[in-house]
């Protein structure tokens, strides 16, 4: 099987794989199978070799052991799936969409984390969004599920993750639910299970073509692209919740731009019918409206008021950089409790600081450093399983920071949404500060 992969990258040189059913295979097969995959494509150039799998479960704790123990860069995203359809379509708290965000540690390895998740709205399997919307919401007009449909895509490109549109749900497809109901082409059809489609945003049935460049989801999609293309932060900026629990949910999205310079982005997003107004916690003094809205709005200490339509989303920019931290960045390091096996996490409490990047990294008596993974955001966490429990020591590491409190890793460190191949760390230098305890894992270290 490795061999025929390999023949792939070697004879064609693809930039990826996406793989089938990978719950029904056994974990260790992909511990394997993608370890090796990912060497061969690096010693022939193909640093970020880009491999992910379907595991059908709206549950992190399902998906995220395919990345972390099984090595793939990537799950199609299920949890955020059902969490967009529940908030856009079927108007769930937003607190559901918060519970999904708050489980992204579960996929930080040393290559890997939660910004390279595929999100997507609906699939081949499962059916489309527009057939979602029609289901969830029967009473409404053309208007209300075309802005339900805007508001899905809204938070699939607005958020972390790699967003992936199904064909056709730009150009308004439904259908009458999933599998053969929800694969109807773009090109004209004679097909008769098609035909009677009721799709969003058009008299047009699938008798005819549909590359309508005019459709309205067509035209809001292509927006959607060019603002996260014109602002890579809200493609692949630090994100951070604002904002959850009612019909709103807020997140900021923080990256570093011309000069080095951290610029804040404020997304906020509101599934209900009626616009509402919250207010938020901001690291920036003014915004200027870029999506949803128009003119500048300043925050009054540390808070900034917004309203956001109805079921719309609202994206702001800081109109400066952020201001230098005015304090560097200390933390305590929480380690597994004595005795634990299996998958475990390990915390940092950070204080101080700003834009703080905590980098986990495990230790096997004097052997050499290896890398756990990143976090960005707090919690600052990540897993780790564990199958023999060797007694260790745990340490923590303080380091300088700069004037961003962005730490220098050990060893190449996986930045947000653009991890990188895994290297041999190199060792660190003894610890400025360390307690010893009986933990059940391998010497754990983070720095910040």
Request: aromatic residues 8%; glycine residues 8%.
């Amino acid at each position: 099987m490795k061999r025929i992969y390999e023949k792939w990258v070697r004879d064609f040189r693809i930039d990826g794989f996406r793989i089938d059913t990978v719950k029904h295979v056994d974990l260790d097969f992909w511990t394997q199978w993608a370890t090796a995959l990912d060497a061969y494509a690096a010693k022939r150039g193909r640093e970020d070799f880009f491999m992910f799998g379907e595991v059908y479960s709206a549950d992190p704790a399902v998906t995220s052991p395919y990345v972390t123990r099984g090595r793939l860069d990537s799950t199609l995203d299920f949890p955020f799936q059902a969490a967009a359809r529940a908030y856009a379509s079927q108007g769930a708290d937003s607190g559901r969409l918060g519970e999904v965000f708050a489980d992204d540690y579960r996929y930080t390895t040393d290559k890997a984390n939660a910004y390279e998740q595929v999100t997507f709205l609906g699939n081949h399997d499962m059916g489309r969004i527009g057939t979602f919307l029609k289901q969830d919401n029967p009473g409404a007009g053309e208007t209300e599920l075309l802005k339900r449909a805007r508001l899905a895509n809204e938070l699939m490109f607005l958020s972390r993750g790699n967003p992936v549109v199904y064909y056709g749900d730009e150009q308004g497809f439904t259908g009458a639910g999933g599998d053969k109901d929800a694969r109807q082409t773009l090109f004209a059809s004679r097909t008769a299970d098609y035909l009677d489609d009721d799709q969003l945003g058009t008299d047009r049935t699938h008798a005819d073509d549909a590359y309508d460049t005019g459709h309205p989801l067509y035209r809001s999609i292509a927006a959607l692209s060019k603002l996260t293309r014109e602002h890579p932060a809200l493609r692949d900026g630090v994100q951070r919740e604002r904002h959850a629990g009612d019909s709103v949910y807020a997140f900021s999205r923080t990256g570093t731009e011309k000069r080095g310079r951290a610029v804040e982005y404020v997304v906020a997003a509101n599934n209900a019918t009626t616009g509402r107004t919250v207010t938020v916690p901001v690291d920036s003094a003014e915004f200027r409206a870029l999506y949803g809205g128009s003119g500048t709005v300043r925050a009054d200490a540390g808070k900034l008021t917004v309203t956001v339509p109805a079921l719309s989303s609202l994206v702001l920019r800081a109109t400066g950089p952020l201001a230098p931290p005015a304090t560097r960045p200390a933390l305590t390091l929480k380690a597994p409790a004595a005795g634990a096996t299996g998958t475990v996490e390990i915390s940092a409490d950070v204080r101080g600081g700003q834009l703080n990047r905590v980098v986990f990294a495990a230790q096997v008596g004097n052997g050499t450093w290896r890398t756990l993974g990143t976090a960005d955001h707090a919690p600052y966490k990540v897993t780790q399983h564990i199958t023999a429990p060797p007694a260790h020591r745990c340490a923590t590491r303080r380091s300088p920071s700069t004037a961003s409190a962005a730490p220098r890793a050990p060893s190449p460190a996986p930045p947000p949404g653009r991890p990188r191949r895994p290297r041999s760390p190199r060792p660190w230098n003894a610890p400025t500060r360390s307690s010893t305890t009986s933990a059940p894992t391998e010497t754990t270290t983070a720095r910040s």
